[in-house]
């Protein structure tokens, strides 16, 4: 179920451009937009009947079966809204990799039998019998089947929702969150269905479930408060970084450091989604990154006040909730090492960089650094390393900040190495060296093994990246 939410979340957030797009398209000109035109919202319809479900079909079929089966996803998703009267976005996450899947099989199972010199010809007229055998299928009848299924589904939901169980979802969101589950929680399972519902209504209050700030915020704010000196510094940074940036993994590491604060995180959230229930408030489009500006920006201009006041109304809940469960006096990192690791958080050059890149403000977790434990690391291996990948679940922030640092400092120490990220099913063949956290080990271990793994506590763990420059630099002299 892990690495079906897995494909789920890369399917979405590959392609959230296109889903934001549309939000901005109905934030303006819908029905209830600022500027209603009714001949630009023509084209929204096409968009997500038709063009979303190729696209993500394409994306999953890529991932499954490379680009041959990401064509033949596409040509069978083509089938599949020619047929139905609703959108597809269900089905074709659904088509999408399962026609990958196929291709890839067909094409390892006929490659060994096959003449030299007609690999190429073969494997055409194999993905053209199979594009022409499934959209034939869809087009029949899956289309209509589906259509049904939508219909049905989309009732079931709107029911849930106004007889008033939506917020006891907090109980599973949050604590997912907290566990590094949010990309699969909000690109794979919500955000499909804030699609749909936005498709029926212009609006959606999935989008609002795991992005919503509020909670995380009030976490960090108490924190703040209840901190001194360099300790409260670093809970400062992490509040701009979290409410205003949108990344919300940086106050995981608060909670997980003081298990009790899921109450007040769980609270929050359910404190937030009976808020908007009562105002009736969604969004026009997934907020991603989860930042009180896109919250506000993609919000229809008659629920911008009724979303800040729920967004506001889960912080202060939280927040008080926190702030009797956290001690006078925490224990955190020393100062001396909390001043190194917000001295390298604000080296990065730009605020944006900060927002795109940086997930893992868990420059605050008190463990101190350990040496890698795994043994394929050793001074004789480093004259071979010239490409280094960080790895997280989604290849999302954590990993790009990880990698931004790396490549700073090996800049700083004249090391001409190439540095980049990617999720876990994306690691290339050209990587000698995988930086991922102690966590994640075992499984880029499975996903890619026989190669070098340098383990770390944080991707903002200073001491680690100096230990491994210092190696880099022994070596290179």
Known sequence: MRKFGQLLSAMIWQNVAVIIAVGIIRELFGIYGWFYNDRL??????????????????????????????????????????????????????????IGWIVNKLDSAVKKRLPVGSELLIGNLIGAIVAVFFTSICFLYVGQTLSAG??????????????????????????????????????????????????????????LLEANPGPGFGVLLAYWLKTKAEQRRGAKISCFIQFFGGIHEVYFPYILRKP???????????????????????????????????????????????????VLASALVSFLISFLVLD??????????????????????TVDQLNEEQTGAQWLEEKAYQEPKCNQINQSNFQHIHKILFVCEAGLGSSA???????????????????????????????????????????????????????????????????????LKRENN
């Open 401 to 471: 900040v990880g990698a931004a640092m790396l490549r700073k400092k090996l800049r700083q120490a004249n090391l001409e190495i190439e540095v980049d990220n990617a999720g876990l099913d994306e690691i290339p063949e050209d990587v000698n060296l995988i930086i991922c956290h102690q966590k994640l080990l075992s499984n880029v271990q499975k996903t890619a093994p026989d190669r070098m793994y340098y383990p770390l506590q944080s991707f903002t763990e200073m001491k680690g990246y100096d230990d491994l420059i210092e190696r």
């Open 328 to 349: 006078p006096f925490l224990k955190s990192p020393t100062e001396e090492e909390n001043r190194e690791h917000v001295t390298e958080i604000t080296r990065l050059e």
């Open 41 to 98: 919202l023509l084209l929204v319809n096409p968009i997500y009947n038709t063009l979303l479900p190729i696209l993500l079909a394409y994306t999953g079929g890529k991932l499954m079966g490379g680009q041959r089966g990401a064509v033949v996803a596409s040509i069978v998703t083509y089938g599949l809204t020619l047929a139905s009267s609703t959108s597809v976005i269900f089905g074709a996450m659904i088509v999408g990799p399962v």
């Open 150 to 207: 939508v219909k049905w589904s989309t009732a079931l939901l709107e029911d849930v929702i106004y007889a008033g169980w939506l917020p006891l979802t907090a109980l599973i969101i949050e604590p997912a969150k907290v566990f590094f589950f949010n990309n699969i929680i909000n690109y794979g399972i919500l955000a499909p269905l804030g699609i749909q519902q936005a498709k029926e209504l212009s609006k959606s209050i999935f989008f």
């Open 260 to 310: 009790l604060l899921l109450l007040s995180v769980v609270t929050g959230g359910m404190i937030g989604t009976i808020t908007f229930q009562l105002f009736d408030v969604g969004l026009v489009s997934l907020p991603s990154p989860g930042s009180i500006f896109l919250f506000i920006g993609l919000a229809p201009k008659e629920d911008m006040l009724f979303v800040l006041i729920g």
